[in-house]
Protein backbone atom coordinates (compact mmCIF):
# COMPACT_ATOMS: atom_id res chain seq x y z
CA UNK A 1 0.00 0.00 0.00
CA UNK A 2 1.11 3.62 -1.23
CA UNK A 3 0.79 6.62 1.40
CA UNK A 4 0.74 10.17 0.49
CA UNK A 5 1.61 12.97 3.34
CA UNK A 6 1.61 16.49 2.81
CA UNK A 7 2.40 19.34 4.80
CA UNK A 8 2.78 22.53 4.73
CA UNK A 9 -0.17 23.96 3.98
CA UNK A 10 -1.31 27.06 5.94
CA UNK A 11 -3.05 30.81 6.15
CA UNK A 12 -1.06 33.47 4.76
CA UNK A 13 -1.30 36.96 3.09
CA UNK A 14 -1.23 37.98 -0.69
CA UNK A 15 1.80 38.37 -2.27
CA UNK A 16 3.43 35.68 0.26
CA UNK A 17 5.24 32.17 -0.16
CA UNK A 18 4.41 28.69 1.10
CA UNK A 19 6.13 25.60 0.44
CA UNK A 20 4.30 22.56 0.45
CA UNK A 21 5.89 18.82 0.99
CA UNK A 22 4.42 15.56 0.60
CA UNK A 23 6.24 12.44 1.45
CA UNK A 24 5.63 8.91 -0.36
CA UNK A 25 5.56 5.86 1.39
CA UNK A 26 5.33 2.04 0.37
CA UNK A 27 5.79 0.29 -3.23
CA UNK A 28 6.32 2.87 -5.23
CA UNK A 29 7.56 1.69 -8.40
CA UNK A 30 10.49 3.54 -10.30
CA UNK A 31 8.38 5.32 -13.51
CA UNK A 32 6.51 7.05 -11.18
CA UNK A 33 4.82 11.06 -11.97
CA UNK A 34 4.62 12.67 -8.50
CA UNK A 35 2.58 16.01 -8.51
CA UNK A 36 0.37 18.36 -7.09
CA UNK A 37 -3.42 19.02 -7.78
CA UNK A 38 -5.75 21.28 -6.04
CA UNK A 39 -10.01 21.35 -5.60
CA UNK A 40 -11.23 25.06 -4.88
CA UNK A 41 -14.66 25.35 -3.13
CA UNK A 42 -17.58 24.53 -5.52
CA UNK A 43 -15.09 23.90 -8.14
CA UNK A 44 -13.70 20.38 -9.83
CA UNK A 45 -10.10 19.43 -8.87
CA UNK A 46 -7.51 21.10 -11.33
CA UNK A 47 -3.74 19.83 -12.36
CA UNK A 48 -1.39 22.00 -10.18
CA UNK A 49 1.99 20.62 -11.29
CA UNK A 50 3.51 17.56 -11.61
CA UNK A 51 7.39 15.64 -12.05
CA UNK A 52 8.82 12.93 -13.26
CA UNK A 53 11.72 10.53 -11.58
CA UNK A 54 14.13 12.11 -14.43
CA UNK A 55 12.79 15.80 -13.51
CA UNK A 56 10.81 16.43 -15.94
CA UNK A 57 7.78 19.20 -15.43
CA UNK A 58 4.39 19.84 -16.00
CA UNK A 59 2.37 22.74 -15.46
CA UNK A 60 -1.17 24.23 -15.81
CA UNK A 61 -0.16 27.64 -17.66
CA UNK A 62 -2.04 29.34 -15.29
CA UNK A 63 0.83 29.27 -12.51
CA UNK A 64 4.08 29.11 -14.30
CA UNK A 65 6.31 31.27 -12.89
CA UNK A 66 5.04 31.39 -9.69
CA UNK A 67 4.74 27.82 -8.66
CA UNK A 68 8.09 25.46 -8.49
CA UNK A 69 7.82 21.47 -8.60
CA UNK A 70 10.53 19.50 -7.46
CA UNK A 71 11.67 16.14 -5.94
CA UNK A 72 13.90 14.71 -4.05
CA UNK A 73 14.01 10.30 -5.06
CA UNK A 74 15.78 9.23 -2.31
CA UNK A 75 13.28 11.06 -0.18
CA UNK A 76 10.24 10.05 -2.15
CA UNK A 77 9.09 13.68 -2.05
CA UNK A 78 7.93 15.96 -3.45
CA UNK A 79 7.55 19.70 -2.84
CA UNK A 80 5.52 22.67 -4.18
CA UNK A 81 7.01 26.25 -3.93
CA UNK A 82 4.15 28.77 -4.06
CA UNK A 83 5.66 32.11 -4.58
CA UNK A 84 3.22 35.48 -5.61
CA UNK A 85 0.22 33.85 -3.77
CA UNK A 86 -3.51 35.32 -4.73
CA UNK A 87 -6.53 34.54 -3.05
CA UNK A 88 -7.43 32.67 -6.04
CA UNK A 89 -4.69 30.19 -5.25
CA UNK A 90 -6.99 28.93 -1.95
CA UNK A 91 -7.44 25.66 -2.18
CA UNK A 92 -7.28 21.85 -0.82
CA UNK A 93 -3.79 21.03 -2.15
CA UNK A 94 -3.89 17.64 -2.68
CA UNK A 95 -0.38 15.44 -3.68
CA UNK A 96 -0.67 12.62 -6.24
CA UNK A 97 1.58 9.59 -7.43
CA UNK A 98 1.03 7.14 -10.27
CA UNK A 99 3.07 4.40 -11.81
CA UNK A 100 1.88 1.42 -14.59
CA UNK A 101 2.40 -1.58 -13.02
CA UNK A 102 4.33 -4.77 -14.25
CA UNK A 103 0.88 -5.79 -16.58
CA UNK A 104 0.92 -2.09 -17.66
CA UNK A 105 -2.14 -1.34 -14.85
CA UNK A 106 -1.93 2.07 -13.72
CA UNK A 107 -1.62 3.44 -10.05
CA UNK A 108 -3.11 6.46 -8.52
CA UNK A 109 -2.84 7.35 -5.28
CA UNK A 110 -3.80 10.34 -3.60
CA UNK A 111 -3.27 12.11 -0.16
CA UNK A 112 -5.68 13.38 2.40
CA UNK A 113 -4.83 17.16 1.35
CA UNK A 114 -3.41 20.26 2.87
CA UNK A 115 -5.38 23.41 3.34
CA UNK A 116 -4.08 26.44 1.73
CA UNK A 117 -5.95 29.91 2.40
CA UNK A 118 -4.85 32.91 0.37
CA UNK A 119 -5.93 36.22 2.91
CA UNK A 120 -6.26 39.45 0.43
Known amino acids: QVQLVESGGGLVQAGGSLRLSCAAS????????MGWYRQAPGKQRELVAT???????NYADSLKGRFTVSRDNDKNTVYLQMNSLKSEDTAVYYC??????????????WGRGTQVTVSS
Open 51 to 57: ITRSGST
Open 96 to 109: NVEFMGVRLEKFVY
Open 26 to 33: GRILSNNV
